[in-house]
């Protein structure tokens, strides 16, 4: 009979980096995977410890800084304005996205009072702001934000409660070829950032009706979704549009191949990948 | 007798970016004042669509992202390593920094549940991040975050319920040379965008005791603090440090020579110091 580790013991190990076959390895009897935890756990802390050392004093950025700035580069080389829009959105605002308190993502809103909530996602708040400008600049409307959304997950692997979005939107793409355009945006961004390995997918979503979404594995990076849309009207946008959002900590984790999303994102437990508290 | 603006025609002409002269002209009688105004109120309307246009497909980068660059890159060169931290913090960190319920700042807290609210400030996760550092790298520990916090604030001109902090802090310095330390700290960081208006001041704090305090008229841009500190202890901090917390809408604010930080802030109503929605 073979055993293999405890659940703290697995836990650990995955906390501290360990690869698959690591956390998946099998031992005859409690003593010798006992032994084996002792010097696995030991040799991950080092090597931790060491990678860590290696920053001190080296002025790092952490790589999901790094992408955002790969990622803001080049949408700016092709025209893109970077906006600023608030966190804390009226509940107002998600209504008018079909998020209603009925709706599957309303249980994952952070309310801040009865009518505020923290942003779940950037959409709602560049439906705003892209027609506001396209008033004043007409065709194209090229923008995006990259910052904060919230949602309360289950907390998984490829969750986080906190995560970094970056949202484009462009006004006065040529109506028929949104699904082009958006597959254009899409290497164009995936080459910025170096991801090679990934598949484009055409999905349907709550929101949005058909999406044209990147994934790696069972991973989704980035999801994209265009116009005219049944939401338009409440926005006040008449005019054809593609929207792409990516989830920045997700492909920091495909790129790093880091099997825990945690690693990159917003934490007082890891930085930039390294655990803190061992 | 002469007359001023309406109450609504001053607000509107705030709104436009109107220098204060414009602000504050008097006139011999209503009609006067009336034709006055819609002749100014066209012209700024003029104005800022012209200078918005200027921006029409230009890969823009707002002012406040363009001074974080500036910030970033600054502390990097000296050795600063970036660190991203959550957004939404426990209670028991605020009451770690003395922030009770009872205290000024409780009252601005902005709460997502009974024991969770997001950050007024960066410092508690600042404390938690360079203690466990200092575990690891020992002396220097030099680190910056930059991200949203949040306050209820009156929203007056200086203030605005979600704004972005940068903080530095760096254990390693001599115990008896904190204040020098911050002092060449200010230095260099108001060199690095280029701020030359400005005084720096020794207050004391609510929080922190004796700070020192950067500012440029009446306005606030930046506040330093150092330890060993009588918090320090609750964080299992022991060694001599400095902080410095900088307001960047401020900054951008003092550059710009705006007169409202609504103008350079996360904002559905303004885009980098331009009215959107006129």
Redesign the interface.
Known sequence: MSITWTTTQKQRLMELGAVQELATRTFGDAADRDQSFQRIESELVGAN?QA??A????????V??ELGDKL?DC??????????????IAKSTLERMTITDDSPLAEQV???DHNKC?RPMLAP?LY??MK??YR??GD?V?IFEI??C?RKESQGKYHL??FTMLNLVEMGVADGQQENRLRALISMVMKAVGMTNYKVEKNSSEVYGETIDVVCGDLELSSGAYGPHSLDNLWGVFTPWVGLGIGVERLAMALEGHRNIKRV????SY?NGFR??I
């Open positions: 410890k860590l050392m920053h001190k004093g080296q002025g790092s950025r952490p999901l800084n803001i949408l700016r080389r092709q025209g893109f304005s970077q906006v600023n829009t608030p966190i804390i952070f309310w801040v923290l708040n705003s702001v506001d400008l004043q600049w194209p090229r910052g904060s919230f409660n906190e994102g917003r934490s007082l930085w803190l508290n």
